[in-house]
């Protein structure tokens, strides 16, 4: 069983910056690829951003490529999500993620939310226009 505890959420203005931490306990954590989602009100969950067991390869949703980093430390067990330039659109409750598998997926089946199996409680990013 992996644990997974987001935090870093808050309100911010539209430009600003924020980082989300993800810490896990349980099970081994450092092989298996790791990854954020959102949902905004009234909407599904989508894919944010995931990153391999190294650090070395990752995907972004195209809504958020350029302005979100994704990163890791295995020591640490700890999952980060750095978000520049936000906007109102961003506005959603952000949820970390991982699986059993150490497999590293293709960007079509890691954006997926059901190739992940363990899931954190969320923590809430307001973004105000």
């Known amino acids: 069983q992996v644990q997974l505890v987001e935090s870093g959420g808050g309100l911010v203005q539209a430009g600003g910056s924020l980082t989300l931490s993800c810490a896990a306990s349980?099970?081994?954590?450092?092989?298996?690829?790791m990854g954020w989602f959102r949902q905004a009100p009234g909407k599904e969950r989508e894919f944010v951003a995931t990153?391999?067991?190294?650090?070395?390869?990752?995907y972004y949703a195209d809504s958020v490529k350029g302005r979100f980093t994704i990163s890791r430390d295995n020591a640490k067990k700890t999952v980060y999500l750095r978000m520049n330039s936000l906007k109102p659109e961003d506005t959603a409750v952000y949820y970390c993620?991982?699986?059993?598998?150490?497999?590293?997926?293709?960007?079509?089946?890691?954006?997926?939310?059901?190739?992940?199996?363990?899931w954190g409680q969320g923590t809430q990013v307001t973004v105000s226009s």
């Open positions: 993620t991982t699986k059993r598998s150490e497999q590293w997926l293709t960007y079509s089946s890691a954006s997926y939310s059901g190739a992940y199996d363990y």
């Open positions: 349980g099970r081994t954590f450092s092989r298996q690829p």
């Open positions: 990153i391999n067991w190294s650090g070395g390869s990752t």
